[in-house]
Every structure is written in structure tokens, then in C-alpha cells.
């Protein structure tokens, strides 16, 4: 009785053996992914620095993130409430003495949207769910400088469409927001010039 047992608990073991070390390969296949898009960094170094003839430029973020549907820049790696920060810093370089510029983020939301896009497959047409992504930045610059007299504002605004269908990855999908966020910044940065030099031009070095 004793023999017989332990033959029948030998082969159970085997037999769990041979199972656990074939399905390890399976689990690892199904738990694998590809790694993740490398989506770079916005430098924004296509821009050549501004010298404002102030001392000291201070930057306020007043755009708060909703972290809920249907917003969605929190999720980008660099959300535009950073990237605005960034570029901010690229463009704006204090060349005085005295002076002092104040550069506000007022908004700094991308906003997504589901769609229905129609699809033809031979003769039938078939609705198809597209997504539509808006981004809306807008920056408010004051400045004051005793040296010049000068106590002025500049203020730019942009908006960005973007529109994705559902067979977009999660990677095709990042890279796309990341070209709308930058896409977006670029328009904004050319009304924001165009509003410098209207309203503070005295305080741009040459």
C-alpha cells in the first residue's frame, strides 16, 4: 500500500514538474510587451533667445490639470503646463538691471473627443469611432521696467486639432499629442512675438 502510494505521488510530481516548466515560457510570452515609444523632449531650441531689458523673469503656472475625462494633457509625458514653462524660459532672456517681467500660464488643456467617422467596406458603410484631441494654450506676459518708463502686457493664444482612429496605438498615439503640443506652442510662440513687439517692442534689445 505504502509502494503504491508513493509511485502514484512520484508521477503527480513529475507530471506538475513537466507542466510548471512548460507553461513558464507561455506566461513570459503573454506578459511581454514591446518596449515603449522613445518620445523625446521639447527644448525648443529652434528658437533663438528674446533679451527683454528687464532683470529678473518670474514664471506662474495658474493652469491647473483636471486629472478626468475628457482632458488629457496630464497623461503626456511632458504636459503642456511644463513644456509652456520651457519654452518660456528658452524664449524670454533677462538683459538688465532692473525691470521685471511676469510670464503666466492661463491654459494649458488638451481635451479629447470621441467621433463617429463613416467607413466603406465594399457596399456597405460602417461607423468607425475617431478621436479628436483639442488643445487650447494661452500665456499673458506683464512687464515693468523704471528704466524705460514702461509698465506694459503681451498675451498670445493657440489652439490645436488633432484626430486619431481607434486602430491608433498607444505609442502612435503619444507621438501624435507630442507633435500637437509642439505644433501648438509654435503658433502660440509666433502671436506672442507678434504681441511683444507690438506692446513692450522698447524692452527688446537689439
Not at 86 to 104: K, Y
Amino acid at each position: 500500500m505504502t509502494e503504491q502510494g508513493s509511485g502514484m505521488t512520484s508521477r503527480r510530481t513529475l507530471l506538475l514538474g513537466g507542466l510548471g516548466l512548460s507553461a513558464l515560457p507561455f506566461i513570459s510570452a503573454c506578459t511581454s510587451s514591446p518596449p515603449p515609444l522613445d518620445v523625446p523632449r521639447m527644448t525648443f531650441q529652434q528658437f533663438q533667445p528674446i533679451r527683454f531689458d528687464v532683470a529678473r523673469l518670474e514664471l506662474r503656472n495658474n493652469y491647473q490639470p483636471k486629472f478626468f475625462p475628457p482632458n488629457v494633457e496630464h497623461k503626456l509625458a511632458q504636459p503642456p503646463y511644463i513644456a509652456l514653462q520651457d519654452w518660456a524660459r528658452r524664449r524670454i532672456e533677462p538683459a538688465a538691471n532692473n525691470g521685471e517681467a511676469l510670464l503666466v500660464i492661463h491654459n494649458a488643456s488638451i481635451v479629447e473627443r470621441q467621433l463617429e467617422a463613416a467607413k466603406k467596406l465594399g457596399p456597405f458603410t460602417m461607423s468607425q469611432p475617431t478621436f479628436e484631441y483639442v488643445a487650447n494654450f494661452a500665456v499673458r506676459l506683464d512687464a515693468v521696467s523704471p528704466y524705460w518708463d514702461i509698465n506694459g502686457f503681451a498675451e498670445a493664444r493657440a489652439e490645436g486639432r488633432l484626430v486619431l482612429d481607434d486602430q491608433s496605438t498607444l505609442d502612435q498615439r503619444d507621438r501624435a499629442l507630442f507633435d500637437l503640443v509642439e505644433r501648438t506652442i509654435n503658433d502660440l510662440d509666433r502671436e506672442f512675438v507678434s504681441q511683444l513687439q507690438r506692446n513692450l517692442g522698447a524692452l527688446i534689445s537689439r
